[in-house]
C-alpha cells in the first residue's frame, strides 16, 4: 500500500511553526511548511567512501526558548558502539518545537536537534557488526537505553529509567554528520525517497504504536489533531477498512480538507462532536483539554490514547462520561 508523507503543497505534514525556527537558515529547504531539511553537501561521495571534513554546518541551540542558529562545528568521532552517519534529511517534529520552546526540561545545551534522520554510514565503530560503510540508516527518538533496569531487561527500552533520547539529550540530525548508537538504529530499504522516509523514524512510529494501542476491533477511530503521524496513519486505517474521524482546530478548513482528501469519512473541529460515537480517539495535539472532549466522542469502553510526549494540563472533568472508558498515554 502506497503511503504518501506529503501535503498538497509537497511538504512533510508537520507543524507549520517549524517555519518560526527553521526556514531562516542557509539550508535547502524542501518543503512549503519548511518540514524537511535536506542538506547541502560539503564532501563528495566516491564509491562508498566519503571524504569526512573536520567541520561541518549544523543548527545549533545554545538555549531553551532561543532560535536555532547555524554554525560551525567539529564532525563527531564515533565511539566503538556508533557509526558516524552522513546526513541525507531530517523531518521536523512537533517534539522539536517543544525542545525549543523549552517546554521538555533537561535538554542538552548547546543542542543540535532533529530525530528522523535519515542517511548513509560513512564510518563504524570497532565493536559496530550491523552496519557497513555505505548502507542506508534511519536514526529515531531512542537515541539508547541503558540495558540494565527493570524495562529494559524485560524488553520495554521506551520505558528506560536512563535512555538517551536523539535531538533531546544527546545531539541530532540538523547537521550535515551525526553519531548514533548502532544498536538503536533501523535499516532503511532502497526506493523510497529520504524526504519521505524521514518521518516515519518518529511519527510512523509512534502514530502506528498509538494505532495499535486504540485496541482491536476499532471501525470508527477519531484523530485529534492532523498533522504527521495521523496523515500516515490515515492512510493506513482506510486501507483496513476502518472509519476515520478528524479533528483539527477549529476554523482550520484546509486542514480538514486534507483529511477528507487522505479518506476521513467526516471531519470537523476540535470543538464540535461527531455525528457518531467512536470506538476510539488518538490525541496527537499537545492540547490537555482534548482529553474530556474525546472521552465524550466515544461509546461504552472506548479508548482514549495520548499520543504526545508532551500535553498541556488536563482539565476536571466530570466522571459521570469517563468511568466506562479508558484513557492511556503511549
Known amino acids: 500500500m502506497p503511503i504518501t508523507n506529503r501535503r498538497s503543497g509537497g511538504g512533510v505534514a508537520v507543524s507549520a511553526y517549524a517555519h518560526e525556527y527553521f ?8 518543503s512549503g511548511l519548511g518540514s524537511v531539511l535536506v542538506f547541502l553537501a560539503t564532501a563528495e561521495l566516491r564509491g562508498w567512501k566519503m571524504l569526512i571534513p573536520g567541520t561541518m554546518c ?3 541551540l545554545e538555549g531553551p526558548r532561543q532560535s536555532v542558529r547555524l554554525k560551525q562545528v567539529s564532525v563527531p568521532q564515533p565511539t566503538p558502539r556508533q557509526v558516524l552517519i552522513r546526513i541525507h534529511a531530517c523531518g521536523v ?13 533537561g535538554a542538552k ?37 541503558c540495558g540494565r533496569c527493570p524495562y529494559c531487561k524485560k524488553g520495554a527500552e521506551n520505558l528506560c529509567d536512563h535512555p538517551l533520547f536523539t535531538g533531546y539529550t544527546i545531539d541530532g540530525g540538523y547537521a550535515e554528520y551525526t553519531v548514533a548508537d548502532a544498536a538503536y538504529c533501523l535499516h532503511l530499504p532502497e526506493g523510497t525517497g529520504d524526504e519521505e522516509a524521514a518521518p516515519l523514524l518518529c511519527a510512523g512510529l509512534i502514530g502506528y504504536r498509538s494505532y495499535r494501542m486504540a485496541g482491536k476491533g476499532v471501525q470508527k477511530l477519531g484523530f ?4 504527521a ?14 472509519s476515520v474521524y478528524s479533528f483539527t482546530k477549529p476554523g482550520d478548513g484546509k486542514g480538514q480538507e486534507f483529511a477528507r482528501k487522505l479518506g476521513a469519512v467526516w471531519a470537523g ?3 464540535e462532536q461527531p455525528p457518531e460515537k467512536l470506538d476510539a480517539a488518538i490525541i496527537f495535539a499537545p492540547v490537555g483539554a482534548l482529553v474530556p472532549a474525546a472521552l465524550r466522542a466515544l461509546v461504552k469502553g472506548g479508548t482514549v490514547v495520548c499520543s504526545g510526549i508532551h500535553m498541556s494540563d488536563i482539565p476536571p472533568f466530570p466522571m ?3 468511568g466506562e472508558n479508558e484513557w492511556c498515554g503511549r
Open 269 to 271: 473541529g476540535s470543538d
Open 229 to 242: 503521524a495521523a496523515h500516515i496513519l490515515a492512510q493506513v486505517a482506510k486501507h483496513e477498512r476502518k
Open 58 to 60: 549544523a543548527m545549533v
Open 109 to 145: 545545551v548547546p543542542l543540535i536537534p532533529g530525530h528522523e534522520i535519515v542517511g548513509r554510514v560513512v564510518q563504524t565503530g570497532a565493536q559496530v557488526a550491523n552496519f557497513r560503510v555505505g548502507e542506508r540508516i534511519g536514526v529515531p527518538w531512542l537515541g539508547s537505553a
Open 224 to 227: 485529534y489533531g492532523f498533522g
Open 320 to 322: 459521570s462520561f469517563s
Open 93 to 105: 517534529c512537533r517534539t522539536d518545537l517543544h525542545v525549543v520552546d523549552g517546554e521538555l526540561a
Open 23 to 30: 526556514d531562516r537558515t542557509r539550508f535547502l529547504v524542501k
